[in-house]
């Protein structure tokens, strides 16, 4: 079968190379930003959508003819995906200007033989021969799709490059009760599994919060528009990025871990951005990043053939008793002991509600 898989790595532009990317991730903004406001314009003035691309800009704009049209194409194609999720989701907002500062980023595609790897360099359009740290071969015979280019808040730069090669399907793991896992999500432990485990996690950004804190407040006394503010702008973006990188590599770690243990994990389907917008759960939620974790472990578990099962929400795993059943509807979330008022069995909360969403995504799996 035929897989995609993108492959992350860190490339390192000289002097001449970092400029043409400073301004390729310029036009590609200054692109986006200027089809938007020609649409906002013309809807409001037609109440029709506008359908305009780059090559009517650069006429007017001559700047955009140095950089990688595929780039500028790129852009194009975001904002016009951007414009129907507006209309046809009604969770997606309506698509925003770029910002400037921060982080930036541009994706271009394989035409040609423009993109390809020759030892320690990777070919770019417009660029040519790019440094590449490449830690890890990419699969044998393996298509180059496209590359994304993205500028860290701290000026690193790493290439993203999507291939698309053949692999064979995996043989479907065997399903039983031993190589079945639940997984509980706890705001202090990160999760309880329903073999009374807890992942302990470390709370990177708890660890770094007085630090941050401390670079922010340096941060807020510069003046606006220095170069001082420039350089300690960038010191707090350090901070963010390794409290990031702590935590990548714990979920990372903690994903691959247990999909290589087990056959079957089983998961509840919380609204963790519901409980990242609760003003005592919020920054415990969003330190956690539990919803990563998911991903990490959803995609792990199917390279091996083995099953990722999610439980409905709405599923009362923390008020049913693992031994008789009973629903407890009047047990409160402040309720770490649950008492069975069926057959008075007195267990742990989170413990007990790992086991039943295990039970539950066995059940779901084998009725399938």
Known sequence: MLKNKAFKYRIYPDEAQTELLAKTFGCVRFVYNKMLADK???YNETQKTLNNTPA???KEFQFLREVDSLALCNAQLNLQTAYKNFFTRKESGFPKFKKKKGEAAYTTNF???NISISGDALKLPKLGFVKIKLHRQLPKDAAIKSVTVRRTATNKYFASILVEYEKDAPRLADISDETAIG?????PNFY??????????DHYYRKSEKKLAKEQHRLAKKRKGSKNREKQG???ARVHEKIANQRLDFLHKQSTSIAKRYNVVCVEDINLRGMAGSLRLGKA???????KFRELLKYKLEDQGKHFVVIDKWYPSSKTCRHCNHVHKELKLSDRVY???GCGTLILRDPNSAINIKKEGLRILKSA
Not at 183 to 187: A, R, T
Not at 192 to 201: L, Q, R
Request: charged fraction near 20%; include cysteine; charge should be neutral.
């Open 40 to 42: 906002i314009a013309y």
């Open 192 to 201: 309880v599994d329903s073999e009374g485990n807890v992942a302990n996690y």
């Open 234 to 236: 960038r010191k707090v």
């Open 111 to 113: 035409v040609n033989g």
């Open 56 to 58: 009517q800009y650069k």
């Open 285 to 291: 939620t969003n330190d956690n990043g539990f919803g």
């Open 339 to 341: 008492r069975c008022p």
């Open 183 to 187: 997984l509980d999500y706890s705001s």
